[in-house]
């Protein structure tokens, strides 16, 4: 059983895409109180961006993340890979008002990927396909990517989900 299903190989499409990764592993706050990525969240972050630059064809004009230490490594290894900025950005961190980003992203028209933590993630999702953050409608991954879709009628969708358990090694 795996725990995620790769992203189909296809034509670009009009509808505007947001990313959103939960950050890679992160060291343990007894080892360092930073929680810089971990050797396996470095590797995994690592195998992540080479996957979804190689197979996927990822293309975002940038990569926001938290400004925590674990995000922006995340989000750094990424966007050097894509060859994108790679920027902080208010209201991603783990206890922020998911309406900050549901706002923002609902103005979007260019797709983006955005690094951040849970709850923060899981209850921005919610809000977005089901407009209640408290729904649990996805379940995130240390390095995990879910892929949503915002249709032209101003509707909100899952496209596809990648975790790194599912990459090849």
Known sequence: MSDGFLPPVRAKEKAMHVYLLQHARAMPSEENPLRPLSETGRSDACRMADYLHRHVGLKVLEVVHSGRER????????????????????????????????????????????????????????????????????????????????????????????TPQVLPA
């Open 71 to 162: 995000a922006a490594q995340t989000a750094e290894i990424i966007a050097d890979t894509l060859g994108v900025a790679c920027n902080a950005a208010a209201g991603l961190m783990p206890s922020d008002d998911p309406e900050i980003w549901a706002s923002q992203l609902k103005l979007r028209t260019k797709d983006v990927m955005v690094v951040g933590h849970l709850p923060h993630l899981q209850r921005l999702v919610g809000l977005l396909l089901c407009n209640d953050d408290a729904l649990s409608v996805v379940h995130f991954r240390n390095g995990g990517v879910i892929c949503l879709q915002h249709g032209a009628a101003g509707e909100w969708s899952i496209d596809w989900v990648l």
